[in-house]
Structures are given as structure tokens and as C-alpha cells.
């Protein structure tokens, strides 16, 4: 089974390759392509549930890796390492992130009150996908480890994370569907789960991504949602993510609503590597990375705020946000086709007549109150507005 394999902390898409099950499969995309998230997510609340520090700080994650590949990830553009990968002492762990300045997202240390004066630590991890079959816990007891945890520090967030098919049961009563995932989201601040499209063989339907960071938000209601994001192949022989699904996976998962991104790098069989990430693709993430981190205070403001808006043809994908006396519109070109002279109509942007496109060193005219632009495969463009 998969906890044979990675150990305490395991994700279920990767049980197959240990020869275990996750249930049906991922359900193909249904989302309309044509622009924004969904009606819901428009004026969302900045944050909350205990997560003042995601002000201006975008967490970007790699999971479970040593102390010894801490320098690389960080000259990748990641800022936190997640869960402690077995084999390895936990307070070396600790003390290797505290020196390479990298924040902590982990079980709670031996001595859970001595997290108190670690300004690296994130959030308290709770055991992994403790929805799935194959690795479950029940909510009840969740539900009990997170009110003994604020306890000790109720500043301190709850992270869980979830099989990102959202398609668990019960294995004792078969319980299911939303208001059983409810019950785990109350024992917990912190709402994430994972998915792997391309790992999966679904590379041309990046969709679900976005699908799943709507699911996640519509069960975590005020809380921040994270999502995982696949950047090699978990199984020796499995398809290996490009540099541009990587590229529109990332984006896909912000448009629609993330706070945060976490890879997963590791392979588990036919041997266990910590890291099988591409160059080429290490290189795509260096560069989002920084994008990212740059943008970070704006990514965290309110989703999709009313006073803006933006519609454009599918198969690009939208967002916005409003910062320090300017409007930001993210969109992506959600096809690994490129697709040129694409409309994107704005709304709340008063009489301005051009926008620079962040990080490309060029502007747009905006024509009556629309922006027309070419599109690369899976490209994002990120307009400024003044």
C-alpha cells in the first residue's frame, strides 16, 4: 500500500502505483470555458480562519523532501516545505528550514508547546487524505485532534488535505458527499487536496484543476484553500507534465481561487526519489515562482472583487483583483493550442486607454473597455490597469 511506499504522509492519487485503489475515477471537465471561476467566487472575503499571515505571503510548497534539497527548492522560487518525509528527524527538519528561511508546514513537534516561538511554522498538518479508503480516520477523531491543538496554541492553523476526486466514503457507515467532507473541514483551517491530471493521462483536460479549487471552496466556505500540483511523473512510466501544463496548472488553480500551491516531486515507483521534476520544468517553475512571489499581497486580496470584472471568449480563463490604486486581470490561455487576437472585456476600469502586461515589458490599448491579445499554449497574461 501507498503508506509502505512514502509513508505517514501519502497523497491516494499515487495508491495505484503501490497496488491499491482510490475508487472511480475523476470525472471528465464540465466547466464552461469561457472565462471566470463561477458567480460564487466574486467578492470572496480577502481571509480568515487564523490565516493573517497569508497577507501578504503566497505560500508555494514542495512535499516532503530532506533538509539536503532545501537550497534548491528555495532557488526554485518555493518558500515553505511540507510534512516531514519519513526517515528524517523532525527537528533537524525544523532547524534546517529555521536556517534556510523556509516556512513550515508539519505535525506539531514532540513537544507541541515549544512551536510556539517558530515564526517558520505555517500550520500543524494533520494526517494525510484522512477522507480516503485507503488511508482513512475517521472525522470524529479529527475533529478531537484539532481541538486538543488549539489547545496548545490556538493561533496556530490546521492543515488537511484531501484526495482531490472528493469521491470517499465512509468505510463504516458509506457515508458520503458533501456534508461528510464538512465534518473533516471542521476539524481544520486549512483546506487543500490533491489531484494529478497529467500523472492520471488527462494532460489536455487541465480543467479539473480548476473544478477541484472550486470544490475545495465551496466546502471550506470562509477558509483559504491550497491545492498540490504534479511537477513529475509518480510513477516511473507515467506521462511527465510539460513545461507549459505546468505552467497552466499553476495559474488554473490561482485563477480559481488558491491561496497557496504545493508540488509534488517525489517518485514512488519503482524506487522512492525525492525530486523528478524536469529541468525543463524546474526552469518554468523558477520563473512562476517569481511571478508569484512578486504579486503575492494582490494574489491574497479579495477574489475577484465587484467593483471589476472581465469576460473573454473560451478557452481562456480570468480573475481579478484590486490593489494599492490598481486593477489586475489574470488571464489564461487554458489549451496547449495558441490562439490570437482573443477579447477580453473589462469592466470597472474607468476611462483608462492602455495596461502593461506584468513581467513582459509591453502594453495593450484598451479600446472600448477591451483588451485583444495573442495567446501561446496554456500562456498567462497578467494586465495592469493604470
Same mark, same amino acid.
Given at each position: ?5 512514502? #509513508? =505517514? ?6 495508491? %495505484?502505483?503501490?497496488? #491499491?485503489?482510490?475508487?472511480?475515477? =475523476?470525472?471528465?471537465?464540465? =466547466? ?35 533538509? =539536503? ?6 532557488? +526554485? ?14 527537528? %533537524? ?5 529555521? +536556517? ?15 512551536? *510556539? ?60 458527499? %458533501?456534508?461528510?467532507? &464538512? ?9 487543500? @487536496? ?26 471550506? #466556505? @470562509? ?32 485563477? &480559481? ?22 529541468? *525543463?520544468?524546474? $526552469?518554468?517553475? !523558477? +520563473? ?30 480570468? $480573475?481579478?483583483?484590486?490593489?494599492? #490604486? ?40 484598451? @479600446?472600448?473597455?477591451?483588451? !485583444? ?14
Amino acid at each position: 500500500m501507498l503508506r509502505a511506499c512514502l #509513508g =505517514a504522509s501519502v497523497t491516494a492519487a499515487l495508491v %495505484a502505483a503501490c497496488g #491499491g485503489s482510490t475508487g472511480t475515477a =475523476a470525472p471528465a471537465s464540465t =466547466a464552461k470555458a469561457t472565462a471566470a471561476p463561477g458567480s460564487h467566487a466574486s467578492g470572496a472575503p480577502a481571509l480568515s480562519e487564523g490565516s493573517v499571515m497569508l497577507t501578504h505571503l503566497f505560500p508555494i510548497g514542495a512535499y516532503v523532501q530532506a533538509p =539536503a534539497n532545501f537550497g534548491m527548492w528555495k532557488s +526554485r522560487g518555493v518558500n515553505t516545505m511540507v510534512v516531514v518525509p519519513d526517515g528524517n528527524s523532525e527537528k %533537524a527538519w525544523n532547524k534546517a528550514a529555521v +536556517r534556510d528561511g523556509l516556512y513550515e508546514i508539519r505535525a506539531p513537534a514532540g513537544n507541541p508547546a515549544s512551536d *510556539a516561538s517558530n515564526r517558520n511554522l505555517l500550520a500543524w498538518a494533520l494526517p494525510d487524505e484522512p477522507d480516503d479508503v485507503t488511508s482513512q480516520v475517521p472525522y470524529a477523531k479529527i475533529q478531537r485532534t484539532y481541538r486538543a491543538w488549539k489547545r496548545i496554541d490556538p493561533r496556530v492553523p490546521v492543515y488537511i488535505n484531501f484526495n482531490g476526486q472528493f469521491n470517499q466514503h465512509d468505510v463504516t457507515t458509506d457515508a458520503a458527499g %458533501a456534508s461528510w467532507y &464538512h465534518q473533516y473541514v471542521k476539524g481544520a483551517n486549512w483546506i487543500t @487536496s490533491d489531484l494529478y491530471p497529467v500523472n492520471s493521462g488527462q494532460g489536455n483536460d487541465l480543467g479539473v484543476i480548476g473544478q477541484e479549487v472550486t470544490q475545495l471552496r465551496q466546502l471550506a #466556505g @470562509s477558509r483559504p484553500v491550497f491545492v498540490f500540483i504534479e511537477s513529475g511523473a509518480f510513477a516511473a512510466g507515467n506521462p511527465v507534465i510539460t513545461p507549459d501544463q505546468f505552467r497552466g496548472e499553476v495559474w488554473e488553480a490561482i485563477i &480559481h481561487g488558491a491561496r497557496g500551491i504545493f508540488y509534488f516531486p517525489v517518485q514512488i515507483t519503482p524506487h522512492f526519489k525525492y525530486d523528478v521534476t524536469p529541468p *525543463a520544468v524546474a $526552469a518554468e517553475m !523558477t +520563473r512562476q515562482d517569481a511571478t508569484i512571489t512578486k504579486l503575492a499581497g494582490v494574489l491574497q486580496g479579495t477574489i475577484n472583487p465587484r467593483s471589476l470584472g472581465a469576460t473573454a471568449p473560451s478557452p481562456l480563463q480570468v $480573475a481579478w483583483r484590486s490593489s494599492a #490604486g490598481h486593477s489586475y486581470f489574470f488571464v489564461l490561455n487554458l489549451s496547449p493550442t495558441a490562439v490570437s487576437h482573443q477579447t477580453i472585456a473589462l469592466s470597472g476600469v474607468g476611462s483608462a486607454t492602455s495596461a502593461t502586461v506584468y513581467g513582459e515589458n509591453r502594453t495593450v490599448p484598451i @479600446s472600448g473597455n477591451t483588451i !485583444t491579445d495573442n495567446f501561446g499554449p496554456y500562456a498567462i497574461h497578467i494586465y495592469q490597469v493604470p
